[in-house]
């Protein structure tokens, strides 16, 4: 009978990764979930509106301190109120890119540099204060009054920016 007991511990072993899942769910900002893992069945898809709502949580009372004195590892965006911070990373930088929280970070690690894209990201925020502050400003006789590039405007929620349009019906 060793197949009926290596699936017993195979089950055993679920449950083990379910109960440490559901320890893991707390609105904490430190820890990485163990639900991304494919091998379980238990695995759940990241669940972005939870994530969310925990750090809305985690955060609620300090909304308007600047997010270096809320977070861990703010580089970028000091000085901005930490309840906006989490709108930018929804809307800002998720949404123009067509992508979810997990496109730059490990879910509950908010704080690391696990992925490329992160850092990615804060030298698109440069080159944009670039165009922005310096480029723009310089070309005359533009409609105005504020000419302004932001994520939307390059990615148009695509994580690789367009260089053509897509095919379109031939014109009449
Ligand atoms: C395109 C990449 C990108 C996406 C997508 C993204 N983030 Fe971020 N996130 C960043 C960068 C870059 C920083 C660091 C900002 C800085 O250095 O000021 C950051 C920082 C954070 C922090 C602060 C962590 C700490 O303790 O320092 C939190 C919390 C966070 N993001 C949550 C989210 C959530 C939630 C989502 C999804 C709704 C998300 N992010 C989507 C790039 C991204
Ligand atoms: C002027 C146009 C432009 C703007 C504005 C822009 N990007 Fe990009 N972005 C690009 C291009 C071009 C690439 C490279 C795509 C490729 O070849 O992989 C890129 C790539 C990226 C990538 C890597 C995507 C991946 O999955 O490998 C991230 C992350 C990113 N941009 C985030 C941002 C964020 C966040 C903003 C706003 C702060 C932003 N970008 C603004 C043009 C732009």
Same mark, same amino acid.
């Given at each position: 009978?060793?197949?009926?007991?290596?699936?017993?511990?195979?089950?055993?072993?679920?449950?083990?990764?379910?109960? *440490?899942?559901?320890?893991?769910?707390?609105?904490?900002?430190?820890?990485?979930?163990?639900?991304?893992?494919?091998?379980?069945?238990?695995?759940?898809?990241?669940?972005?509106?939870?994530?969310?709502?925990?750090?809305?949580?985690?955060?609620?009372?300090?909304?308007?301190?600047?997010?270096?004195?809320?977070?861990?590892?703010?580089?970028?965006?000091?000085?901005?109120?930490?309840?906006?911070?989490?709108?930018?990373?929804?809307?800002?930088?998720?949404?123009?890119?067509?992508?979810?929280? =997990?496109?730059?970070?490990?879910?509950?690690?908010?704080?690391?540099?696990?992925?490329? =894209?992160?850092?990615?990201?804060?030298?698109?925020?440069?080159?944009?204060?670039?165009?922005?502050?310096?480029?723009?400003?310089?070309?005359?006789? *533009?409609?105005?009054?504020?000419?302004?590039?932001?994520?939307?405007?390059?990615?148009?929620?695509?994580?690789?920016?367009? *260089?053509?349009?897509?095919?379109?019906?031939?014109?009449?």
């Amino acid at each position: 009978m060793k197949t009926t007991s290596r699936i017993n511990l195979f089950i055993l072993a679920t449950l083990a990764v379910a109960l *440490l899942g559901i320890k893991s769910f707390g609105p904490t900002i430190g820890r990485a979930q163990t639900s991304q893992d494919p091998t379980t069945q238990t695995a759940k898809p990241f669940d972005q509106a939870l994530a969310l709502e925990n750090l809305r949580k985690a955060i609620a009372g300090n909304e308007n301190k600047p997010a270096e004195e809320v977070f861990k590892n703010i580089q970028m965006l000091k000085g901005m109120p930490a309840g906006r911070l989490l709108r930018v990373m929804e809307l800002g930088f998720s949404r123009s890119l067509g992508v979810n929280c =997990t496109h730059c970070h490990v879910a509950d690690a908010w704080e690391k540099e696990d992925k490329p =894209t992160k850092q990615i990201a804060r030298e698109m925020n440069a080159m944009m204060t670039v165009i922005n502050n310096d480029q723009l400003k310089k070309i005359k006789n *533009l409609k105005g009054p504020n000419s302004i590039v932001n994520c939307t405007t390059c990615h148009r929620g695509q994580t690789k920016p367009a *260089l053509n349009l897509p095919e379109s019906a031939p014109k009449q």
